[in-house]
C-alpha cells in the first residue's frame, strides 16, 4: 500500500514569485508519481508524471517536479507564478507491478496574491 | 477528442434518496474510475470497470454500486442515501494502453451531490 502527503494545506505567495509545493509519499514497493492540479467547480487535470527516465520532470503551464528516491519525494515548482495558478494541487502516487489505482494526498491550496 | 462528461453536474437529494450519477469517458478509454472528494476525507477511491466488469473496489458499503456499459459508459449509484454522502464525484478514464495509459486518469467536472 501507498500512501501521500502533501506537507501544506495551504501555500500563499505574491505574483511573479517562486512556488514550492512538497509531497513526500511511503510505498514499500516502487512507484510512479503524478501531480494533478484542480481549478475551481472543476475535475482534476494531470500537470506532470514521473514513470521513469530522468528524476526531473517537465509538465504544463511551466511547472516541474524532481523524484528524489532517497528522500520519497516528489516537490513541484514553479519560478514564476501567475494568478491564474490559484488552484488546489494533489499530488498521487500509484505501485508499480500491482494497482494502478492511484491514493492521493490531502490537497495544497496554491493561493496567488496580486 | 472530447473529454471526460458527467450528468448531472448537481443534485440535491434528501435522506433515504437513491441516486444514479452518469460517466462517459473519452472515446477509446475502456476504464472508468469513480472517486469520492470531501473537503474531510479528501479524494477516496469508489471503483474502477473495465470492459463492462469492475477491476478494483475501494473501501466503501455496498450502498455505493456501478456498472460500465458495452461503450464503456458508466453509471454509479448510491443506494439509501446519507448525509454524509455529500460530496463531489469524480468519474476519470484512461486508455490502458501502454505505461501511461494504464496510470494516466483523464478526470470530469464531476457531479456535486448535496444530501438533505
Known amino acids: 500500500a501507498q500512501s501521500v502527503t502533501q506537507l501544506d494545506s495551504q501555500v500563499p505567495v505574491f505574483e511573479e514569485a517562486p512556488v514550492e509545493l512538497r509531497c513526500n509519499y511511503s510505498s514499500s514497493v516502487s512507484v510512479y508519481l503524478f501531480w494533478y492540479v484542480q481549478y475551481p467547480n472543476q475535475g482534476l487535470q494531470l500537470l506532470l508524471k514521473?514513470?521513469?527516465?530522468?528524476?526531473l520532470v517537465k509538465g504544463i503551464n511551466g511547472f516541474e517536479a524532481e523524484f528524489n528516491k532517497s528522500q520519497t519525494s516528489f516537490h513541484l515548482r514553479k519560478p514564476s507564478v501567475h494568478i491564474s495558478d490559484t488552484a488546489e494541487y494533489f499530488c498521487?502516487?500509484?505501485?508499480?507491478?500491482?494497482?494502478?489505482?492511484?491514493?492521493f494526498g490531502r490537497g495544497t491550496s496554491l493561493i496567488v496574491h496580486p | 477528442k472530447a473529454g471526460v462528461t458527467q450528468t448531472p453536474r448537481y443534485l440535491i437529494k434528501t435522506r433515504g434518496q437513491q441516486v444514479t450519477l452518469s460517466c462517459s469517458p473519452i472515446?477509446?478509454?475502456?476504464?472508468v474510475s469513480w472517486y469520492q472528494q470531501t473537503p474531510g476525507q479528501g479524494l477516496q477511491f469508489l471503483f474502477e470497470?473495465?470492459?463492462?466488469?469492475?477491476?478494483n473496489k475501494g473501501n466503501f458499503p455496498g450502498r455505493f454500486s456501478g456498472r460500465q456499459f458495452s461503450n464503456s459508459r458508466s453509471e454509479m449509484n448510491v443506494s439509501t442515501l446519507e448525509l454524509g454522502d455529500s460530496a463531489l464525484y469524480l468519474c476519470?478514464?484512461?486508455?490502458?494502453?501502454?505505461?501511461?495509459?494504464?496510470?494516466?486518469?483523464?478526470f470530469g467536472p464531476g457531479t456535486r451531490l448535496t444530501v438533505l
Open positions: 472515446s477509446g478509454h475502456r476504464s
Open positions: 476519470a478514464s484512461s486508455s490502458s494502453s501502454g505505461l501511461a495509459g494504464l496510470y494516466e486518469q483523464f
Open positions: 498521487a502516487v500509484s505501485g508499480t507491478g500491482g494497482s494502478y489505482i492511484p491514493t
Open positions: 470497470y473495465f470492459s463492462e466488469t469492475q477491476r
Open positions: 514521473y514513470l521513469s527516465g530522468s528524476t
